[in-house]
């Protein structure tokens, strides 16, 4: 008998000691468990930008903070222990958990919907397009209008407008008018840069031959090469070269997500001239040049001018050419300027503060500019020096994907770098 109880004891201290994974089942919600090797369990419960202890674990609306909570073992954490909540099943679980004395803190958010993220800011007017925004306008969103109504645009430099989403981090341009929120790629990294800011450094806009100058490659979407007509040359026939790119990058990444992804928010391309006949090697100024580049005063707009022809959208949508295969694309020159870019060769005006900047690379919109003999079909892009800048579409540059969120996913976090917001 002596024998036998004392083997017993050595098997239970055994076990004990040499426990990789406690799972702790937490009834109704409620902290009741007591363990030789477990403490105790605080929990903290979010409520507007603070969180405050609560006795009990909530049951519904809330999702568990895994990168802020932690464990302590003697009073000091210890970064070694990880904790998991099961929300199903209401257990949690540490491991290892080998150390008398360990108390764990356990972190618990309530979900953004989408309005209240815009209830969250001071909502303000830009009306000066003329100069850059590079002054910290954190906790501040900017209003004009677009095709659905009214759309609230981040600008100048910001550090809440991240967002952790489909294993990649993005930055929000905008909410729609739609209530759908705009995001362009940031990176792996919250706080990449430069290279790491594209999903491609060198991709040409379109490849265009010498022999095939035209104005039909200004669009991220082509015609007929050689017409002699407008509606031919920007007919939604061709992939150019940068949307097979972006194309093939979404299929690859996100099409498990697509659920996600709004379907009715479109990329708005736009092909209006201001001056020119816009087919062939006619020398052609679209619009855009016009508003942002060639006078004094910048007019940008969020309105696509002929949302059926460029406004480019998935064949299920029910707006815009429904010409895409994938519900992606690419910033505009116009949402470029909101942000706080302008064009201009005057080196102190570039912006290397606001949001959008990302170091010593050029990057593409999806913005015509001009045709011209000696630039050829010309796009927009942000500079290496912050500006919006204009170049031939052979050229190559980096590529930022842009996406649509749904009006009415949720989000956790406060859009900050080291708090980015989580799409739930």
Same mark, same amino acid.
């Given at each position: 008998?002596?024998?036998?109880?004392?083997?017993?004891?050595?098997?239970?201290?055994?076990?004990?000691?040499?426990?990789?994974?406690?799972?702790?089942?937490?009834?109704?919600?409620?902290?009741?468990?007591?363990?030789?090797?477990?403490?105790?369990?605080?929990?903290?419960?979010?409520?507007? +930008? $603070? *969180?405050? /202890?609560?006795?009990?674990?909530?049951?519904?609306?809330?999702?568990? !903070?895994?990168?802020? &909570?932690?464990?302590?073992?003697?009073?000091?954490?210890?970064?070694?222990?990880?904790?998991?909540?099961?929300?199903?099943?209401?257990?949690?679980?540490?491991?290892?958990?080998?150390?008398?004395?360990?108390?764990?803190?356990?972190?618990?958010?309530?979900?953004?919907?989408?309005?209240?993220?815009?209830?969250?800011?001071?909502?303000?007017?830009?009306?000066?397009?003329?100069?850059?925004?590079?002054?910290?306008?954190?906790?501040?969103?900017?209003?004009?209008?677009?095709?659905?109504?009214?759309?609230?645009?981040?600008?100048?430099?910001?550090? +809440? $407008? *991240?967002? /952790?989403?489909?294993?990649?981090?993005?930055?929000?341009?905008?909410? !729609?008018?739609?209530? &759908?929120?705009?995001?362009?790629?940031?990176?792996?990294?919250?706080?990449?840069?430069?290279?790491?800011?594209?999903?491609?450094?060198?991709?040409?806009?379109?490849?265009?031959?010498?022999?095939?100058?035209?104005?039909?490659?200004?669009?991220?979407?082509?015609?007929?090469?050689?017409?002699?007509?407008?509606?031919?040359?920007?007919?939604?026939?061709?992939?150019?070269?940068?949307?097979?790119?972006?194309?093939?990058?979404?299929?690859?990444?996100?099409?498990?997500?697509?659920?996600?992804?709004?379907?009715?928010?479109?990329?708005?391309?736009?092909?209006?001239?201001?001056?020119?006949?816009?087919?062939?090697?006619?020398?052609?100024?679209?619009?855009?040049?016009?508003?942002?580049?060639?006078?004094?005063?910048?007019?940008?707009?969020?309105?696509?001018?002929?949302?059926?022809?460029?406004?480019?959208?998935?064949?299920?949508?029910?707006?815009?050419?429904?010409?895409?295969?994938?519900?992606?694309?690419?910033?505009?020159?116009?949402?470029?300027?909101?942000?706080?870019?302008?064009?201009?060769?005057?080196?102190?005006?570039?912006?290397?503060?606001?949001?959008?900047?990302?170091?010593?690379?050029?990057?593409?919109?999806?913005?015509?500019?001009?045709?011209?003999?000696?630039?050829?079909?010309?796009?927009?892009?942000?500079?290496?020096?912050?500006?919006?800048?204009?170049?031939?579409?052979?050229?190559?540059?980096?590529?930022?994907?842009?996406?649509?969120?749904?009006?009415?996913?949720?989000?956790?976090?406060?859009?900050?770098?080291?708090?980015?917001?989580?799409?739930?």
């Amino acid at each position: 008998m002596v024998v036998l109880i004392i083997s017993a004891i050595v098997l239970n201290f055994t076990r004990a000691k040499y426990r990789v994974t406690q799972s702790i089942p937490l009834v109704n919600g409620t902290i009741n468990y007591d363990s030789a090797d477990l403490n105790a369990v605080a929990v903290y419960i979010q409520e507007g +930008d $603070n *969180y405050f /202890k609560s006795d009990t674990i909530p049951s519904s609306g809330y999702t568990f !903070n895994e990168e802020r &909570s932690y464990c302590t073992v003697n009073s000091e954490e210890d970064s070694n222990i990880t904790v998991s909540y099961d929300a199903d099943n209401q257990s949690l679980s540490i491991s290892p958990l080998t150390t008398k004395g360990t108390k764990c803190y356990l972190y618990f958010r309530y979900p953004h919907t989408i309005p209240e993220l815009i209830e969250s800011k001071i909502i303000d007017q830009r009306t000066d397009f003329d100069s850059t925004l590079a002054s910290n306008t954190t906790g501040t969103l900017f209003k004009a209008e677009d095709d659905d109504g009214i759309s609230y645009y981040f600008a100048g430099a910001v550090d +809440d $407008n *991240y967002v /952790k989403f489909g294993g990649f981090y993005w930055r929000i341009i905008r909410i !729609n008018g739609n209530g &759908s929120m705009r995001m362009i790629y940031q990176g792996k990294t919250p706080d990449a840069k430069g290279k790491d800011n594209v999903i491609n450094a060198s991709v040409a806009f379109n490849v265009v031959t010498t022999e095939l100058r035209d104005n039909a490659y200004v669009g991220y979407m082509y015609g007929t090469v050689i017409s002699n007509n407008y509606e031919e040359a920007h007919a939604n026939t061709n992939d150019s070269n940068i949307k097979e790119v972006v194309d093939e990058w979404y299929k690859n990444n996100l099409l498990s997500y697509d659920s996600y992804i709004d379907k009715n928010s479109g990329f708005c391309g736009d092909r209006e001239i201001s001056s020119g006949l816009g087919y062939g090697k006619n020398e052609t100024d679209y619009a855009a040049y016009d508003r942002l580049f060639a006078h004094l005063e910048k007019k940008p707009t969020l309105k696509c001018s002929n949302p059926n022809r460029d406004l480019y959208t998935v064949s299920e949508a029910n707006n815009g050419n429904r010409a895409l295969t994938y519900p992606i694309g690419l910033i505009t020159a116009d949402e470029i300027s909101y942000a706080g870019g302008i064009w201009n060769n005057d080196e102190n005006k570039y912006n290397y503060g606001f949001y959008l900047y990302i170091g010593d690379i050029a990057y593409w919109t999806m913005t015509p500019h001009r045709y011209t003999s000696s630039a050829w079909s010309g796009s927009c892009l942000l500079g290496s020096a912050g500006h919006l800048s204009a170049t031939s579409s052979q050229n190559s540059h980096g590529v930022r994907p842009v996406i649509n969120l749904k009006s009415d996913v949720t989000l956790t976090g406060s859009g900050t770098v080291t708090d980015p917001y989580v799409v739930n």
